[in-house]
T-cell receptor, first 113, second 107 residues
Framework: NAGVTQTPKFQVLKTGQSMTLQCAQDMNHEYMSWYRQDPGMGLRLIHYSVGAGITDQGEVPNGYNVSRSTTEDFPLRLLSAAPSQTSVYFC????????????FGPGTRLTVL | QQPVQSPQAVILREGEDAVINCSSSKALYSVHWYRQKHGEAPVFLMILLKGGEQKGHEKISASFNEKKQQSSLYLTASQLSYSGTYFCGTGAQKLVFGQGTRLTINP
């Protein structure tokens, strides 16, 4: 099993550009989520999904879109990148929401100039 | 709502003990604990479910008091490998993490 994979590992964008961060898992997990991590801010939940076709907002959803067309994939789209979105982004999955162990991907380091 | 962790940072010598606390203003049904090494992804340590149970992982254990809406992580006889940032997470539908506690273990 590859676990949770994320691409790309690093990305530099200019303000106003859009892009998609990819996340995939091969563990047949129903629950997937996206977090961003900034120094001193911990992990903040952006969006999450409890199954294919179902997504919901987390703590900091503005400026991001998600969709979940398959169990395996959960891409995160930045609509119009801003310097405030410079961060490390982690995708995570678990078998069950709430009480399930979260498996994290290796992260994507994004810089917006 | 984000749980609150304390302290924000701890510096220990190898072999010393540490306690990291996590509290919430909302009712807790479960508490997650994760450790993150610098430049890496967070790694699961344990989950505590409603019932006041205590769990253990090597020399790391935790307690959960749902009445007080608190959990504590205990690191006993710390090793250099315990260095990192520890996060607690709460929430049944959305898993929300605290701001983290940075633990430094010196030889």
């Amino acid at each position: 099993n590859a676990g949770v994979t994320q691409t790309p590992k690093f990305q530099v964008l200019k303000t106003g550009q859009s892009m998609t961060l990819q996340c995939a898992q091969d563990m047949n997990h129903e629950y997937m989520s996206w977090y961003r991590q900034d120094p001193g801010m911990g992990l903040r939940l952006i969006h999450y999904s409890v199954g294919a076709g179902i997504t919901d907002q987390g703590e900091v959803p503005n400026g991001y879109n998600v969709s979940r067309s398959t169990t395996e994939d959960f891409p995160l789209r930045l609509l119009s990148a801003a310097p405030s979105q410079t961060s490390v982004y982690f995708c995570a999955s678990s078998r069950r929401q709430g009480a399930g162990e979260q498996f994290f991907g290796p992260g994507t380091r994004l810089t917006v100039l | 709502q984000q749980p609150v962790q304390s302290p924000q940072a701890v510096i220990l010598r190898e072999g010393e003990d540490a306690v990291i606390n996590c509290s919430s203003s909302k009712a807790l049904y479960s508490v997650h604990w994760y450790r993150q090494k610098h430049g890496e992804a967070p790694v699961f340590l344990m989950i505590l479910l409603k019932g006041g149970e205590q769990k253990g992982h090597e020399k790391i254990s935790a307690s959960f008091n749902e009445k007080k809406q608190q959990s504590s992580l205990y690191l006993t006889a710390s090793q250099l490998s315990y260095s990192g940032t520890y996060f607690c997470g709460t929430g049944a539908q959305k898993l929300v993490f605290g701001q983290g506690t940075r633990l430094t273990i010196n030889p």
